[in-house]
């Protein structure tokens, strides 16, 4: 990967577009990797034109009787306070692409910027860093998630903020490993005696580097904050009522499973089909792209 | 004169006799046609050398008559007889119940020939599973023949593990186990290349004394010529996937009739009787075993190519009692060089 | 000799160390009286005054973690003045509770995917492994809770052949209650475990000590079992070490739904009851438990290895 043609500054058009025909090629083999792209497509689109799907208003309560079973009046037949289970389904997956969005979007740049600074800051910074991100891996998940919202309140808020916390190490050990191997090379020697600053060395050569398998792993990473949300939401400590959302729907239809089966079907299925495609096309991504790569690095 | 008509100077049957094998390898890019038309006879309580350069087929063919080969490997044609029935025609289960038993190997790394995580002692009793007889007496026979091999202290040494030992000491160890078993052909795929000089020399030594204890023949793979002088009765030249010349060890060294024979016995530092500062190579690389091949096969690299050599692939030509070699020249002048 | 596990339980220490510090922090870094905040809104006036001295909250910082680290080490891990009772007896109280649902669930776990790993990469690209790749894939994607509630609704609610809720009483009937919960935890295992061995064993089977095995007609099974097994179940031990924290998150939502007590109950219950010294000491326990499997995993593993097994001080040399 270190090679000099690979990490040049110029982007070479013909070259580009040759890997994204190889990559075409190789996906097109790839049978999980095309359901996964197919169901985060229409899970993603579904998010997007949500409130063009809705057949009523998720929130209103008491639009139909409660607990219903499906009809074609209520697809999904109705939760307990007699709302629509299709309606709050259909809006329950923005919750958790947002809180995708948003935890690893800020986790991974604190994540990089941490790297960056294990990576080319002084030995003793390193070592402390390396520390805390083997602290942090510590932390006992879900419980550690539990302890945070106790202090600061169930919200969404507090969800992005643990996931963040929490998946930040793995981001960051990536880009300071990129970063050690950069820096002992003589390319960045030369680079560096020819008066280059920090921010061209980062921009050129770091960041191009590590943008791919972070983003494979980010993309890894997304199933799992699928389910924490959901699980966290299930156990009440997510979204607040009324919002609708697939994890607390789930709660809902835990409540009632002995009057209804219909909410936890509805609830538990788009959960399953959401980690599930995720899942596929990360691994079709990673076996494409890169092969060595492990979380656990 | 095809090889056919020639007798070999022991009456009785060989113990091994390959014939026109034929073996391919699936790869990405094609079939590589690996061993093309071999024939080779290991007569009983005889050592056989294969010599060659890299790739030039003789280690598969190692494999291929222990049936160690890899997945993507296709025997093609020919047959392999071992004292009398074919190897390639045996059900799975008969063909495994030989080894370990009749046929056993020694491999080229002994740094990674014995499993890391078990003593050289349960790895010892495991491999005879084919005996008879308790844990004890298996592990006494496994003790005598540590001895044999030369393991200072083997009723201490048998309970380590290979990381214990020496690259030249679990080289004894595979020896010990490969011989173990007692059996009557035993396979030597290069057992010193991974080694220095001075320990390639003890164990052939090793090897020479025991194979003449035990009574077992020996297929001998190497690309190193002293080793087969030393060691072998006969022995194959291997080019390309084919056999180009083969016979007595006396012979072939002292009068070789295949041109790349020659240049191999040229290019050998052993041989160099004059003082020189550039060791002789033989011009031109390997030609690539891909697709389909016409002619003489060393054609490419051969002073004395023709046009013949390009249309037709050269019969074995026999040249004296025991010798034969593949190569025109033998045809149209008998030509022996002197 | 012992330099390797020195290290490694340093390393530990040093670990839990900074996490204890970082929660210390954690609590205080919430604006407002620790005392009053780490009670919510239904505490007296007394039990603030309670808590108040019990944290030293008028000494200086310095001294607070300290005398917090001093309790730690005595097992202190605080007082619950709900129920007066040591946060230490509460969450060791549940804990067996939780140990006991995560390692039948990893057993079964291990039991199962070991086998099928070794059974996909001997008969590679055979059906089985075909699908098992699939599948495999397929549950370790889906969260835990979501099988424990459909497993609920199929077995417990609809067919009626297992029980919902509880533990059950004595030793049988406990295992019958544990059927459904261990399943939920350990269905995800099964696919990261049998891929794990699957991937190990495949680079195992192509070294050179295992043909010179097959060279002397060793056969399959055993080869696998005796010779490469030792060797591909390495990464897996490591990744049970670390894989407790994935069993304890996994274990918090199997209680809920399962109604089984334990410290992920206890913990969703106190959460709910802004009850944080409980909060704490259950984070606390875990973060130690964490630790410490991570630790005895590696250690472990450097002791199955006779390579390694030396630098701990067993060997001859």
């Keep these: 990967m270190v090679s000099v043609e690979a990490i040049g500054p110029e982007p070479n058009d013909a070259m580009a577009t040759g890997a994204l025909r190889t990559f075409l090629r190789q996906f097109r083999n790839n049978r999980t990797g095309i359901l996964g792209a197919f169901l985060v497509v229409l899970i993603a689109a579904t998010a997007v034109f949500a409130p063009l799907l809705v057949t009523h208003d998720p929130i209103r309560i008491m639009v139909g009787p409660r607990l219903a079973a499906p009809s074609l009046d209520y697809l999904l037949g109705t939760d307990q306070l007699g709302r629509d289970t299709f309606s709050r389904i259909i809006m329950g997956g923005r919750i958790p692409l947002l809180v995708a969005f948003a935890s690893l979007g800020s986790s991974l740049a604190v994540g990089v910027v941490l790297g960056l600074i294990a990576g080319f800051g002084p030995r003793w910074l390193d070592n402390l860093l390396l520390l805390i991100f083997d602290t942090i891996r510590s932390f006992p998940g879900i419980i550690f998630a539990l302890a945070i919202i106790a202090l600061l309140g169930p919200s969404l808020g507090s969800i992005i903020f643990v996931i963040a916390i929490t998946s930040m190490p793995i981001y960051a050990r990536l880009v300071r490993t990129q970063a050690q191997a950069l820096l002992g090379s003589e390319y960045i020697a030369a680079e560096r005696s020819l008066g280059a600053g920090m921010t061209r060395i980062l921009g050129v050569h770091v960041l191009p580097n590590v943008i791919g398998p972070l983003l494979i792993l980010v993309s890894m990473d997304v199933p799992a904050v699928i389910a924490v949300e959901a699980g966290l939401s299930f156990l009440g400590m997510g979204v607040r009522p009324p919002t609708p959302d697939w994890g607390a729907t789930l709660n809902d239809g835990y409540s009632y499973i002995n009057q209804t089966p219909w909410l936890v079907i509805a609830s538990g299925i788009p959960i399953v089909l959401a980690t599930l495609g995720f899942t596929f096309l990360g691994e079709a991504l990673r076996d494409i792209f890169d092969p060595t790569l492990r979380k656990d690095l | ?338 | 000799m012992w330099l390797y596990l020195v290290k490694r339980i340093i390393l530990a220490i040093a670990n839990i160390a900074i996490a204890v510090t970082f929660l210390f922090l954690m609590i205080r870094a919430v604006p407002g009286d620790p005392a009053a905040v780490l009670l919510g809104t239904r505490a007296t006036p007394e039990m603030k005054a309670q808590l108040h001295e019990q944290m030293g909250l008028d000494k200086p910082f310095i001294v607070q973690i300290a005398t917090f680290f001093g309790g730690l080490l005595h097992g202190d891990l605080g007082f619950d003045v709900f129920s007066q009772r040591a946060v230490a007896d509460i969450v060791f109280e549940q804990l067996p509770y939780t140990l006991e649902l995560i390692l039948v669930s990893i057993l079964w776990a291990v039991l199962v995917a070991v086998p099928l790993g070794c059974y996909s990469a001997m008969r590679r690209n055979s059906l089985v492994d075909q699908v098992a790749g699939v599948v495999t894939v397929a549950t370790i994607a889906i969260p835990s809770f979501v099988v424990a509630v459909y497993a609920l609704l199929i077995f417990a609610v609809t067919l009626r052949w297992l029980p919902a809720i509880g533990v059950g009483i004595g030793f049988w009937d406990g295992l019958i209650y544990l059927i459904l919960p261990a399943f939920a935890i350990g269905i995800g295992w099964v696919g990261y475990i049998s891929r794990l061995v699957r991937a190990s064993m495949l680079e195992i089977l192509g070294e050179n000590h295992i043909r010179m095995a097959r060279s002397f007609g060793i056969s399959e099974w055993r080869i696998i079992a005796r010779y490469a097994l030792p060797l591909a179940i390495l990464p897996t031990v490591t990744i049970l070490g670390v894989g407790i924290a994935w069993l304890l998150s996994s274990a918090v939502f199997i209680e809920v739904v399962f109604a089984r007590p334990g410290i992920g109950t206890l913990i969703v219950n106190a959460v709910n009851t802004r009850n944080y010294p409980i909060v704490m000491g259950v984070v606390l326990v875990t973060t130690f438990l964490i630790v410490a499997a991570t630790t005895l995993s590696d250690v472990v593993n450097a002791f199955l290895d006779p390579r390694t097994r030396e630098k701990l001080g067993h060997g001859k040399r």
């Design chain 2, 1 to 338: 004169m095809r090889r056919d008509d020639s007798i070999s100077h022991t009456s009785a049957r060989p113990l091994l006799e390959i014939r026109g094998l034929g073996l391919d390898f699936g790869t990405p890019r094609g079939r590589v046609h690996a061993l093309r038309n071999v024939s080779l006879d290991v007569p009983a309580a005889q050592v056989v050398g294969i010599v060659g350069e890299s790739g030039s087929g003789k280690s598969t063919l190692a494999y291929t008559v222990m049936g160690l080969l890899p997945e993507n490997a296709d025997v093609t044609a020919g047959s392999i007889l071992f004292e009398g029935k074919d190897l390639l025609k045996m059900p799975a289960q008969a063909r495994r119940s030989l080894l370990g038993d009749r046929l056993s190997m020694i491999f080229q790394d002994p740094m990674t020939a014995l499993n890391p995580v078990r003593t050289i002692e349960s790895q010892m009793i495991d491999i005879q599973h084919h005996e008879q007889g308790s844990r004890s007496e298996k592990r006494a026979r496994a003790l005598e023949m540590l001895h044999r091999v030369g393991i200072p202290d083997p009723q201490s040494r048998i309970g380590a593990y290979p990381h214990h030992f020496s690259g030249g000491m679990r080289q004894r160890v595979c020896i010990a186990m490969a011989l173990l078993v007692k059996p009557t052909l035993l396979v030597a795929d290069e057992p010193t290349t991974a080694l220095d000089a001075t320990l390639e020399v003890q164990i052939i030594r090793l090897l020479k004394d025991l194979q003449k204890e035990i009574g077992c023949s020996i297929l001998f793979v190497s690309h190193h010529l002293g080793a087969v002088a030393e060691l072998c009765d006969r022995v194959a030249v291997m080019y390309a996937g084919e056999v180009v010349e083969q016979g007595a060890v006396r012979d072939i060294f002292h009068n070789p009739a295949h041109p790349y024979t020659r240049a191999l016995l040229e290019c050998d530092p052993g041989r160099i009787k004059k003082s020189t500062r550039t060791l002789p190579t033989i011009p031109g690389e390997v030609p690539s075993l891909l697709g389909s091949k016409e002619g003489c096969i060393f054609r490419t690299r051969c002073r004395h190519a023709s046009n013949r050599c390009v249309l037709e692939n050269p019969v074995e030509y026999r040249i004296g009692v025991d010798q034969v070699a593949r190569c025109h020249l033998l045809d149209e002048e008998r030509l022996v060089s002197a």
